[in-house]
């Protein structure tokens, strides 16, 4: 996502759409991130920036680095929300399926080829729910559309730093060095790791072949049920998480791996949220999950999140069918990919 400056960009004229973004898609298949304009940035300054975005950053967004950021957005992208800025026009010019979430016609040039690409894009409807219209776009990208707009960028393609190099020591009325200028590479850059998430699982079950599908969305904002789910949806939440209201209404409770006594702790827990279900203990690829009547369950799987597992769990719970009856193995879909899952019961 990418947005410019003013009261008529993205983040001005409709500032709650990165909420609904973050509660709308599931973690397992969408990786959302944004790049403000700099005077955003320097405009409102870096605390107050961030301290509007913080739920969003929390729920699992990444705030691209301020200068050189949005560059690697935009290589990393699979589809570009934006506006006007130029940012968005790049993204369409590397050929990225491209949706405006606004646009300022009145402040664009006409002849311009941001206007072009005004006249191609397709625009978010504010009134429909905002994945279908996503997932709509990357399935029907049509790479032609972008064709005109994409021409009007450059007309000397791959030229434009030797040109300029040019101008410039023109202008400036100074002989230009021998050679090549030298190119820096973009600097390497990884976002922090992000703090535990608060996640909404809603579940599709199917009892004969025991497989669990999980669709888990950030507790942004706790929205409806996806279409077809067959299950109730349940919460999970990280035992500090900061908003209190999520731990009250959470179905499980989790922790990282603890060195103190697995059993002692999960009980605490339990204790600490009469709500909860279940409090899992989680580990790379593994989690223990204690029940309220004392059962314990370990759960494992090669390269899976480790907070799926308790929720797979307490989905086929959820659903009053006996654990009894998924055995020793589940097969799990996140998203595309399915995992199969050891279980083992053991008692205290």
Sequence with gaps: MSS?????????????????????????????????HPNIWHGHGPWQVRSWLADCVRAGMILLPEIDGWRTGLIAADIVIGDHGSVTGYGAALGRPTLLATFADEDIDPRSPLADLAASATRL?????????????????????????????TSVPGQALDRLRTLF????????????????VLP???????????????????????????????AIALGDPEPGDEAAPH???????????????AAIITAESRDDRAGDWARATLRRHPGAVIAA?????????????????????PDVPADALPS?????????????????????????????????????
Excluded: K
């Design 4 to 36: 410019t400056w003013f009261r008529n960009a993205l983040l001005g004229s409709w500032p709650d759409l990165l909420r609904r973004l973050m509660a709308e898609l599931p973690v397992d298949s969408y990786q959302v991130t944004l790049a403000l």
């Design 281 to 301: 203990i989680l580990s790379p690829h593994a989690a223990i999950a204690e029940f309220r009547d004392g059962s314990v369950w370990h759960l494992s799987a």
């Design 235 to 249: 919460l999970l939440c990280p035992v500090d998480h900061p908003q209190r209201t999520l731990r009250a209404e």
């Design 125 to 153: 409807d504010r009134a429909r729910r905002l994945r279908p219209q996503i997932e709509a776009a990357l399935r029907e990208h049509d790479p032609r559309r972008l064709e005109r707009f994409q021409a009007s960028i």
């Design 312 to 348: 797979a769990l307490c989905a086929w719970h959820l659903a009053g069918l006996p654990l009894a009856e998924l055995g020793n193995a589940c097969a799990l879909q996140l998203g595309d990919t399915t995992y199969d899952v050891a279980i083992r019961r053991s008692t205290p």
């Design 169 to 184: 020591y023109r202008l400036l009325d100074l002989d230009q060095p021998p050679g090549e200028p030298p190119l820096t």
């Design 188 to 218: 390497a850059w990884t976002p922090a790791e992000p703090a535990p998430l608060a996640l909404q699982v809603s579940t599709v079950l199917d009892r004969r072949t025991r497989r669990i599908r999980l669709t888990r969305r950030p």
